[in-house]
C-alpha cells in the first residue's frame, strides 16, 4: 500500500494546513466532526447490548482514522498525495459509509430525540458525494504517466511532467518548493527498507525537484511580474478600455478569436485562452502560435492582469464569457448522446457556430439552433427539438447523472431542473403517460445527485406534481416529493396536499414513499398537527403496522412514534384509532426487523410512560411470544385498563396472526 500514514496526534492539525483534497477532507472531517459532538450522548444512553457496544467501538475508530487522514494530507508531499489520490478518495468514501452504517445501527438504541438528529445525519451521509478536485486529479494523472514511462521519458517531457505538476499543485515559489522538498524527505525517513516502491517514487520526486524545480519556480515568478508590469501600464488606458461598446482585441485569444475566460502567458511572452493552448500542445505543436518560433518549454502562467480587466469589461457592458472546458464537456455529452452536431467541424469552440441536433430515432426534419452564446448546455436547447428528441435526449442525459457522480459538477440543477418541470408540463398537457413517467424518473434521478444545490420551485410546479398523484404516475411523482421532502422550504409546499397523499396510503405499491414523505414533513410543529389531524391519516398509518412488508411496517411506525413524541394528545389519537395497535406493536418488536423491533419497543414504552396503558408494563423478553404477551397483561392486576381490555379482546386473533 503506497499511503504511509503516522499515529493520530491529540491535537489535530488545523483545516487550513491540508495541502491536497481539502474539500474532501473537510467534508469527512465535518460529519466526524458531528459524530464527535453526539458521542458523549450516545454513550450516556448505554446501548448495552454486544453490538451497541461494538458501534460504539467502531465510531471512535472511524473518528480516528479521519483524524489520521486529515493528518495525512496536511503533512505528506504534495506530490505524493496527488499520486495517491484515488486512494484517499476510497478512504474518504469508506468512512463515509461506516459512519452511515454504524448510525444505523445506534440510531434505534437511543432516546427519540438523539434517534431524531442521528436519522438527519444519516440522511446527509447519504446524500454526501466525494469526488476530487479536478486540478488536483489531472495533476495525479500527469504524475502518473510520468512514473508510468519514466524510463523511456526524454527528459524534456519529464520537465514538462513536474512544471504541470507543480502548477497544478500551487508550488509557485521557492518557500512552496522548499516546504515539498522537506515533506518528501521526511516521508523518506519513515519508509521502511521493504517499501522498496515507494522509495523509489519519493527519491524520483527529490531528484526532479532538486533538477528542476527551482528554475520552473523562478520562470513562473518572472512571467507573474510580467503580468504586474502591463498592469501598471495599462493603468492610464484603463478607463478608455472599459468605456469601449468593442472589445479590445487583446481581450481576445489569438487562436478562437473569442473572449478570454482564462488567459494565460506562455513563455514566449503572448497570452491565449487556456483551453485553446492546451488543445494546441496537446496536438503535438510546441512552438508559438503566432510566431511560430519553438518554445523552450510549455510552462503556462495566469494573466491575472488581463483576467480582471476582461471581467470588469464584461460586468459594464453585460457580456457573459462562457467557459470553454464546460462547452467542450456539453458538446461531447451531445455527441455521446447520438445526436450529431452537424457544422462543429473544425472549431466547437466559435460563438457563431451553428449546429443541428439530429435524432438517430425520429424521422422528423433537421432542427436547427442558433448557438449565439455557444452555450452547449444540451437542456437549455430542449425545447426546439423535436418531441421525440426530446424524449431520447432526457433519457440519455438521465443516464448520465444515475451513473456519474461528476455530472452535477458541470450540469447544475439550476440548468436540468428548469427545463425537465417545462418538459413534463409538455407532457402533462398531451397526455403522454411514458414521457409523464420519464420526466419525473429523470427529475427524481438529478434531485438526489445535486440535493445540495436546489433550485427554487413555484406554485405551479408542485400543482403539476400534485396532478400525478392518483393517476398512473404516482410512483414517479411520490419518488420526486420524497425528495423535495427532505427540504425545508419545499416542506410547506407539500404539507397543503397531505388529504391528496393519505388515499395513497391504501396501495401496496405507493405506501412506503408515502410514509417517508409524511415523516420527513414532520419536523415542525404545524406539519406535524396537519398529519396527525388529516381525516384517516392516523387510521391508515396505524393499518399498516399489519402490512406483510416488514418496510412499510418500519415506516408506519417511525411516522406513528415521530407524532407521539411531539404531542402526549396523538398517543391517544394512535390508541382509540385501532384496538389492535398494541398486539400489531407487539407482533413488530418480536417479528419486525431490526429498525422496526426497536422503533416498536420505544412507542410501546411511550404509550406507557405517558399513563396510555393504565399502569402496565411493557415486557418483551428475548424469545417471548404474543401470547405470552397477552397473559402477561391479561393476568396482571395492576391492569385492569387499556391494556387488559384490548389484550382481553384480541388473544384469540394474536393466536391467528402467529
Known sequence: M???????????????????????????????????????????????????????????????????????????????????GNSILLRCKKSRDLLEQTLSQVQYMVPVLLAEEISQLISELRGAVFSLDPSEEEAGKVINELLRCYINTAEE????????????????????LLIEKRSIKKLLDRVGEGDSTKRKILSLFLKLLSK?????????????????????????????????????????????????????VIVSGETYERFQIQKWFAEGNDTCP?????????????????????????????????????????????????????????????????????????????????????????????SSLSWESQCNLVGKICNV??????????????????AMIRFLKDAHDSNDLNSQILGCQSLSTVLQKCRSSLPYLNDDTFALLL????????KEALSVLKVLSCHQYCQQKITEFIPKLIPLLEDTALAKDTLIILKNLCITKDATDSVAETDGCIPSVVKLLDSESLEDQEHAVALLLSLCTQCIQYCRLVIHSDERVFCDLVNISLNGNSKGKAMALELLSLFNNNGESSG?????????TIDDYTKQKSSSSKAPGLFRKLFSKQGSSAKRKK
Open 616 to 624: 402496565a408494563d411493557v415486557d418483551i423478553s428475548k424469545g417471548s
Open 290 to 382: 503566432m510566431t511560430r518560433r519553438k518554445l523552450a518549454n510549455l510552462s503556462l502562467t495566469p494573466n491575472h492582469t488581463m483576467k480582471d480587466l476582461i471581467s470588469r469589461w464584461s460586468a459594464t457592458h453585460g457580456v457573459s464569457v462562457p467557459d470553454p472546458n464546460m462547452e467542450a464537456t456539453g458538446a461531447h455529452l451531445l455527441e455521446s448522446c447520438s445526436y450529431s452536431i452537424a457544422s462543429l467541424s473544425s472549431s466547437m469552440n466559435n460563438l457563431r457556430n451553428d449546429f443541428d441536433a439530429i435524432s438517430e430515432a425520429s424521422n422528423d426534419s433537421f432542427h436547427k439552433v442558433q448557438c449565439q452564446d455557444m452555450d452547449l448546455n444540451p437542456l437549455t436547447r430542449l
Open 157 to 176: 517531457h519529464a520537465f514538462e511532467a513536474i512544471q504541470v505538476a507543480m502548477w497544478k499543485l500551487h508550488i509557485t515559489s521557492l518557500n512552496d
Open 2 to 84: 503506497l499511503i504511509d500514514v503516522a499515529e493520530v496526534s491529540e491535537t489535530p492539525p488545523s483545516h487550513h494546513a491540508i495541502k491536497v483534497h481539502h474539500v474532501m477532507c473537510m467534508e469527512l472531517i465535518q460529519f466526524v466532526s458531528r459524530v464527535s459532538v453526539l458521542l458523549p450522548e450516545i454513550e450516556a444512553a448505554r446501548p448495552g447490548c454486544s453490538s451497541g457496544r461494538e458501534a460504539l467501538c467502531l465510531l471512535n475508530h472511524i473518528i480516528d482514522k479521519a483524524n489520521t487522514l486529515r493528518k495525512h494530507c496536511s503533512e505528506s508531499s504534495k506530490l505524493y498525495l496527488a499520486l495517491t
Open 401 to 418: 447523472f444515475k451513473y456519474n457522480d461528476q455530472a452535477c459538477n458541470w450540469m447544475s440543477s439550476q440548468d436540468f431542473v428548469p
Open 212 to 264: 528542476h524545480g527551482k528554475s520552473i519556480v523562478t520562470e513562473q515568478t518572472e512571467n507573474v511580474n510580467q503580468c504586474e508590469a502591463m498592469r501598471c501600464r495599462l493603468d492610464d488606458a484603463e478607463v478608455d478600455v472599459l468605456r469601449s461598446s468593442l472589445p479590445p482585441d487583446e481581450f481576445k485569444c489569438p487562436l478562437s478569436l473569442r473572449l478570454m475566460y482564462d488567459p494565460v
Open 467 to 474: 396532478s400525478f398523484l392518483g393517476t398512473e404516475v404516482s
